[in-house]
């Protein structure tokens, strides 16, 4: 915010850095690799865009495990190439198949939303190994993990990490985010970036808020040491919730219809996400909020559970 407010006028009457190269030697060193390994995006999401438009095409098709982050499906179709979607099992491993679809770019989705789940890296550079193509892992999430796939970025010259600031930096609303990649791979998804894909005043906060690391880590201690709360609630709730890495538990009633709960929800002004989609149909994905949030959660579903929809729970 001090940043913010140190912006003048004189600073937004020229161009921006077109390549964000305050923001690329913060991250570097963040990262332990070199200022061109990394690459500005408009937040991750530009990155994921970027990508398929350098990648894909009518011929040359995406491949993702599912259930995961539903933009995938709506890039492959806005390239107009193939997306291979390889089914997870109940448990979420990286499918077995996903090495050998021969597709051009393979996105995985790490920790995975909506699931929260972790996949360890050694099996995420054997998926590098045996792929054909560009191996992308979305580590949108990842800061509230135990730990990242950076190191496969020296190892593999067809590995891109993104990153985004939305999450653990709690920026969602200046829209920024980073891919890491060895310099040849940024490269060439440079050829495909907007001129000026970020602008004076996120590259400005971004820049600062990645060097305040003590902030950061404090920020994403406080949401882990929530989400082990909320888990524990929610298990007494009588609700499944696997071990989440991210800043969102996949919570599964033993008893209840996930959509009957969620409706109760909305009518409380209680926003979770539902998705009507096979393997989530019965879970509800909550995220992480303040206290109070949590609470206010949580007290409702006790409501919910006990009174309203009671007869329409199994026993
Ligand atoms: C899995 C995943 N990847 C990438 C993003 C993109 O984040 P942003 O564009 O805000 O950096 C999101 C946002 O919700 C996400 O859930």
Known sequence: MKVLAEITPEGLRRYPDPLGNEFRQAAA??????????????????????ALRAFCDENR???????????FPVLANLQNCRAIEVPFDSEFNLPAKLAGTGAALTIVCNP?????????????????DESAGVLLIDEAYVDF???NCTALVKDFDNVIILRSMSKGYS????????????PDLIASLMKVKDSYNVDAVAIAVATAAIKDQQYFKENVEKVKADREELTEKLQTLKFEVPRSYANFVLAKSKNCRASEIYDKLVQRSIYVRFF????????????????????????????????????????
């Open 145 to 147: 993990a135990e730990t």
């Open 276 to 315: 009507d989609l096979p393997a989530l149909d019965d879970k509800l994905r909550i995220t992480v909020g303040t206290k109070e949030q949590n609470n206010k959660l949580l007290s409702a579903l006790k409501e919910i559970l006990s009174g309203e929809i009671a007869s329409l729970c199994s026993q």
């Open 112 to 128: 995975n939303a909506p699931s929260g789940t972790f996949i360890n890296i050694d099996e995420l550079a054997s998926l590098a």
């Open 171 to 182: 920026l969602a609303g200046i829209r920024f985010g980073y891919a890491i990649a060895q």
């Open 61 to 71: 098709p995406v491949a993702y495990p599912v259930p995961t982050y539903s933009l």
């Open 29 to 50: 060193e963040v990262n332990g690799v070199q200022p061109d390994c990394i690459m500005c995006c408009n937040g991750g999401d530009e990155l994921l865009s970027i």
